[in-house]
């Protein structure tokens, strides 16, 4: 199995430095807070708005184009519409499958928060939050979505596999991302509560979800968990008989690996893929088919300044308000990082590129230069990426 | 003088058939009616995230890549604010021009509507109405507008040129269309006021717009110019020598040319395009540059029935629930018609696509199967259409 996909990033999970027009006039960070600073009917135009216009039928005709075979979808735990004030998204999701299976796509549903988020990162459902491990409904209330979308999409001819949860975050990456500065909580009584999630726990939850999503999807799909941010942890995991098709998923971000010491010139990040990503996929794909979940061609060298692990204005980090690269210059790097991580993922099952679309705008507003390399519209567009 | 280019359609002028969601839960047709069928700040957050999403600079990568290198942009009659309900564009305007600039495109703004309408067409600004010539303080309005938008952007390098108006309507054209059947007016008391415009209001008010935008837009920069649908009578139009960088703007779609008799064949349009469109535009270069602003692959034989003319499910015509042709088959079909009109259009001096992108779900929603031709993106993709 090989799989060649893009994130469907940004469209029915929000992140506002990928979509600013969205948290327009507000001072929200994501998308709990959102509805909480709007005018119920204007928070319900702008997401309706957005739901119909970030994605379309076209974008699935301009994937197919790209050389895909595949996308991952990020969905939001009240996609089924029964966690208010939020606003559910099956109609979307269906439509989605509809033009999966008309234009030869197939379909990742990855569960990407969590009520109390599993991780506390913008994306996880409420910055600096990391709270729902510890409470019991709630872990139970992410049981019942997963086995409820098993139950609608399972037997569609679309549907590649599932997600169980999106980047649940262990101790070590809470302490690397020093995730309560980077995304730092609204609530300051809520944040007290925060507990990185444990290995333990994680495996607990991940084979009791298994067997709630194979009650209702075949075997012939997939079931995928995501590691937790610890690649190398679970050789000694579902080792058992019944675990059919499960793949593992990890997220190998160059600005990551910055974080880890990776240098920052080409040299050194083709340096890091070969001999960090690729010798671990490989070893782990011994034990599961491996996917790369998320990854992209963003990095420090091409946007000309280190970016400190990937921080942006919203974190309070100035990006450059201007170019001081040379296009060839960034197509060079970009044509030769491309290279190397496509051969890393390839060392195990495939990928999905993070993202397919962003809205940011590196012209009009500042402090953006380089960032568009994690859309993978303007990259294919640029010359970046090669066609698959 | 060659341009390549397609229209941004459907971004600050509306057309429901091109964007549904926005008129979602509204009997409006138009985007006159929208403002008065929803709550002030409901109509607010629709079209502002619109704007933010249907066009970014994304898009202008992606045209840049296509091969093009000129964008038509549609804006109405309100695009500085100051015609209420209605919500100015300028900022959009303004962006587009950095985006167009930053990646080597240039910019013709096409002045689309005018208050009362000048066509009575779902897209030029209230459905089934066509009093703006009869009203003197709105010509004068509209002629204000240009000078403006000669005054804010003529001196812009990324400008091409403007366009004075869209699709004036005369005689000949609202008969053919039946223009009041076609597009019932919401107010049929105002309807009682519909003329169609004449050639000799049309000459003079040209003159007029001319001299209004040579105000402030140096002369190397194109004033273009509708043929009122009646390419052949501007010969003895704008001859004295003050007129400078003049362009003529003829519209030619095939749902058109099957109005006026041609065959619903490949041959049949092959034929019409080359007996009928070819030697018309290349008869009226000897007096202008001439490029057709619209056009589109779209036609009846490759949606496998009779449109009577693009007729579609708003006008209460039913289209096809099912493909019936093969994907070769339209394929083949597209690959010739871009072929034959773009040698027609580059008799004279190119041409601009519409439209760029539309959101109409030909999966999802009933009766729009082969109405993905006006959309470049998709045709782009599905190889029907040529790199430029």
Redo the contacts between chains.
């Keep these: 199995m090989k799989v060649k996909g893009v994130n469907l990033g940004n469209w029915l999970v929000l992140e506002k430095w990928m979509?600013p027009?969205?948290f327009?006039g507000t001072d929200a960070e994501d998308e709990y807070y959102l509805p909480q600073k709007l005018?119920g009917?204007?928070y319900e135009?702008?997401i309706?708005?957005?739901r119909?216009?970030?994605i379309?039928?076209?974008d699935f005709?301009?994937i197919?184009?790209m050389g895909l075979d595949t996308v991952r979808i990020p969905i939001p735990y009240f996609i089924f519409g029964d966690r208010e004030p939020f606003i559910g998204c099956t109609e979307e999701v269906?439509?989605a499958f509809?033009?999966a299976e008309?234009y030869g796509l197939q379909i990742l549903l990855d569960l990407h928060t969590a009520p109390g988020s599993q991780n506390g990162f913008d994306n996880g459902g409420i910055s600096g939050i990391c709270t729902w491990a510890e409470q019991p409904q709630e872990v139970e209330f992410v049981l019942g979505v997963l086995e409820r979308l098993a139950e609608r999409y399972g037997m569609r001819k679309g549907l590649w596999g599932i997600e169980i949860l999106n980047e649940p975050a262990t101790a070590e990456i809470w302490d690397t991302l020093r995730v309560p500065e980077r995304y730092p909580a609204a609530d300051q009584e809520l944040a007290k509560k925060n507990k990185p999630i444990t290995l333990e726990f994680l495996r607990e939850f991940y084979c009791k979800a298994y067997d709630r999503i194979r009650l209702h999807m075949p075997e012939e799909k997939y079931v995928v968990f995501h590691d937790g941010f610890q690649l190398m942890a679970w050789k000694d995991f579902m080792r058992e008989e019944k675990y059919k098709n499960v793949v593992l998923d990890t997220h190998q971000y160059l600005m990551m690996a910055e974080m880890h010491g990776c240098e920052q010139s080409v040299e050194g990040y083709v340096k890091y893929i070969k001999e960090v990503y690729e010798p671990a996929i490989r070893e782990m794909a011994e034990y599961f088919p491996v996917i790369c979940g998320e990854w992209c061609l963003f990095n420090s060298l091409a946007c000309g300044h280190d970016t400190k692990g990937g921080q942006s204005v919203l974190n309070g980090v100035d990006g450059l308000q201007e170019e001081v690269m040379l296009p060839e210059e960034k197509k060079e790097i970009y044509q030769a990082l491309a290279e190397a991580q496509l051969a890393a993922w390839n060392a195990g099952n495939g990928y999905f590129y993070w993202s397919y679309?962003?809205?940011?705008?590196?012209?009009?507003t500042s402090g953006w230069v380089g960032w568009?390399a994690w859309?993978l519209?303007?990259c294919?567009?640029?010359g970046w990426f090669p066609k698959q």
Tied chains: 1, 2.
């Design positions: 979509n027009a969205l327009d005018p009917e204007v135009a702008r309706k708005m957005h119909a216009e970030f379309s039928e076209r005709v301009t197919k184009a269906d439509k509809s033009w008309k679309k962003l809205l940011t705008d590196t012209v009009n568009d859309d519209g303007r294919v567009d640029f």
